[in-house]
């Protein structure tokens, strides 16, 4: 029987220099949303881009603007 090690996800929490950010394990880095890294957030912040960052990997119709986060259509 082989048991396998749960995956990771591809981002994660992690606290910065001022604040928290959103780490991209693909980039080795704060994520990327469009031209703008998903750093210097607040908790809540962080959180809720890493919830659309999961739902939506490639961030492809995300935009970050002020540590909100917004879908554009």
Do not use: N
């Amino acid at each position: 029987m082989s048991e396998r090690a749960p995956s990771q996800s591809r981002f994660f929490i992690r606290q910065g220099a001022k604040g928290w950010m959103v780490y991209d394990r693909e980039r080795r880095g704060p994520a990327l949303i469009g031209a703008e890294w998903a750093s210097d957030l607040t908790m809540a912040q962080a959180e809720r881009v890493k919830q659309m960052l999961i739902s939506q990997p490639d961030g492809e119709g995300l935009t970050l603007s002020r540590g909100f986060i917004w879908r554009t259509v």
